[in-house]
């Protein structure tokens, strides 16, 4: 299993939060979501066929891209 933290500077809000978590967990491989939005930090735990290149991408296309 891989762990990796997001920096994404467009969250503000506990909502912005959900949307991310709801969007990635439709990722197949994608196992948990956590969020902060007062460090606007996401950890996300995948296996495959997950890859950190479809969550950056998934990322993207809902507005929330990551650094």
């Known amino acids: 299993m891989e762990k990796t933290t997001l920096s994404i500077p467009q969250i503000s809000c506990g909502h912005c939060v959900n949307t991310i978590k709801n969007e990635l967990?439709?990722?197949e491989g994608v196992s948990r979501?956590?969020?902060d939005p007062e460090t606007k930090k996401v950890t996300v735990e995948f296996d495959s066929p997950a890859t950190i290149e479809k969550i950056y991408?998934?990322?993207k296309e809902i507005g929330y891209p990551a650094e």
Do not use: K
């Open 25 to 27: 967990q439709e990722i």
């Open 33 to 35: 979501v956590d969020g």
């Open 57 to 59: 991408t998934l990322l």
